[in-house]
T-cell receptor
Framework: EPEVTQTPSHQVTQMGQEVILRCVPI?????FYWYRQILGQKVEFLVS????????KSEIFDDQFSVERPDGSNFTLKIRSTKLEDSAMYFC???????????FGNGTRLTVT | TQLLEQSPQFLSIQEGENLTVYCNSS?????LQWYRQEPGEGPVLLVT?????EVKKLKRLTFQFGDARKDSSLHITAAQPGDTGLYLC???????????FGTGTQLKVEL
């Protein structure tokens, strides 16, 4: 069964550094998402992306965050200048259409020191 | 205020027991989804309910959508250790491409 893959599985970075989290969504899916989950807390929506542009974003997704689909297969989340509070699991997801179920990757654990 | 409140937040039971978890909101939704998340993995879709009053069964799991489409419940019969995980309800909001999760119920089933 096709799956969403994320790399790396764990990323450790120093405060103030830039990080790029990578995702390969399911190939025929049209919608792409990033979510985050701080340890022990709920899964929070960050951003959705469709037709090469952001379709929705949350208040968490400020100017420090950006997303890109650089080559038609990868979908990336960049955090420009990481803060301690950015430490979390970051999940990528994709779906086939509006209101369609999301398929999630296994996440990247980001640790900011 | 959370859009979707789940209860209980934590539940620890013995193998073979039955349990029910709830997902409540003051808003009306056209559909509602349930996901399960196991440690170190992303959420995985269990079911989508669409019609008010709808009941769906998935082996030992029974999902119900409230008549007014504001709430839902998940009942597990004869729980097994493999049922351990975080159970999340979720709804689409906005234009249909923002999935918002509930607060979650962390279930632990012990031998």
């Amino acid at each position: 069964e096709p799956e969403v893959t994320q790399t790396p599985s764990h990323q450790v970075t120093q405060m103030g550094q830039e990080v790029i989290l990578r995702c390969v969504p399911i190939s025929n899916h049209l919608y792409f998402y990033w979510y985050r989950q701080i340890l022990g807390q709920k899964v929070e929506f960050l951003v959705s992306f469709y037709n090469n542009e952001i379709s929705e974003k949350s208040e968490i997704f400020d100017d420090q965050f950006s997303v890109e689909r650089p080559d038609g297969s990868n979908f990336t989340l960049k955090i420009r200048s990481t803060k301690l509070e950015d430490s979390a699991m970051y999940f990528c997801a994709s779906s086939a259409g509006d209101n369609s179920p999301l398929h999630f990757g296994n996440g990247t654990r980001l640790t900011v020191t | 205020t959370q859009l979707l409140e789940q209860s209980p937040q934590f539940l620890s039971i013995q193998e073979g027991e039955n349990l029910t978890v709830y997902c409540n909101s003051s808003s009306v939704f056209s559909s509602l989804q349930w996901y399960r998340q196991e440690p170190g993995e992303g959420p995985v879709l269990l079911v989508t309910v669409v019609t008010g009053g709808e009941v769906k069964k998935l082996k030992r799991l029974t999902f119900q959508f409230g008549d007014a489409r504001k709430d839902s419940s998940l009942h597990i019969t004869a729980a097994q250790p493999g049922d351990t995980g975080l159970y999340l309800c979720a709804v689409f909001t906005g234009g249909g491409n923002k999935l918002t999760f509930g607060t979650g119920t962390q279930l632990k089933v012990e031998l």
